[in-house]
T-cell receptor, first 114, second 115 residues
Framework: GDSVTQMEGPVTLSEEAFLTINCTYT??????LFWYVQYPGEGLQLLLK?????DKGSNKGFEATYRKETTSFHLEKGSVQVSDSAVYFC?????????????FGKGTHLIIQP | SAVISQKPSRDICQRGTSLTIQCQVD?????MFWYRQQPGQSLTLIAT?????????ESGFVIDKFPISRPNLTFSTLTVSNMSPEDSSIYLC????????????FGPGTRLTVT
């Protein structure tokens, strides 16, 4: 079945550092790919998405590119802030999206120190 | 977008009892889902809540243990039956909207502890 593997944390960085959180997936066809974020005390929010190969999703300075050849969707940010401290989940849905639930990675706890 | 509320936000229950969790969305939605997040683990899809018909369960989850209702487009319930300590988890409801079929909006979750 489908699966998502992401680097496990916690990942601790200093403010203004460069961030990469790795995510790879196993799925048939061309799934849709997502990054969700859970800030302390809040619910899950969609951070960005990509629905086809070579698409780049971006939001709030975060980016991720759908790489079919490496089955990856790594999350990057050029300069992190303390407010980026949260848990980040990589997820996928079956091709076409919408009608199916999501398959999540285990989540990466990101801690940004001032 | 859609705003999802869940009740209760948390509960502590004794083994052998049942708890029903409610999920309410503030706007029309298409799909509704229920997930479980066990301590230190990722989210696992329990089932898709279908309006007016039986829910569609994922492998490892059965209707007798997790009965689900969806009487209308914006409301669903999940019951955790005959609870054991292994059911201690966060249970989350999510939904998609007609305007954005790819994005799932999540509720704040219900934190269940079974003693």
């Amino acid at each position: 079945g489908d699966s998502v593997t992401q680097m496990e944390g916690p990942v601790t960085l200093s403010e203004e550092a460069f961030l990469t959180i790795n995510c790879t997936y196993t799925a048939t066809g061309y799934p849709s790919l997502f990054w969700y974020v859970q800030y302390p005390g809040e619910g899950l929010q969609l951070l960005l998405k990509a629905t086809k190969a070579d698409d780049k999703g971006s939001n709030k300075g975060f980016e991720a590119t759908y790489r079919k050849e490496t089955t990856s969707f790594h999350l990057e940010k050029g300069s992190v802030q303390v407010s980026d401290s949260a848990v980040y989940f990589c997820a996928l849905s079956a091709p076409g999206g919408g009608a199916d639930g999501l398959t999540f990675g285990k989540g990466t706890h990101l801690i940004i120190q001032p | 977008s859609a705003v999802i509320s869940q009740k209760p936000s948390r509960d502590i229950c004794q083994r052998g009892t049942s708890l029903t969790i409610q999920c309410q969305v503030d706007s029309q939605v298409t799909m509704m889902f229920w997930y479980r997040q066990q301590p230190g683990q990722s989210l696992t899809l329990i089932a898709t809540a279908n309006q007016g018909s039986e829910a569609t369960y994922e492998s490892g989850f059965v209707i007798d243990k997790f009965p689900i209702s969806r009487p209308n487009l914006t409301f669903s319930t999940l019951t955790v039956s005959n609870m054991s300590p292994e059911d201690s988890s966060i249970y989350l409801c999510s939904a998609t909207t007609p305007q954005s079929s790819y994005e799932q909006y999540f509720g704040p979750g219900t934190r269940l502890t079974v003693t």
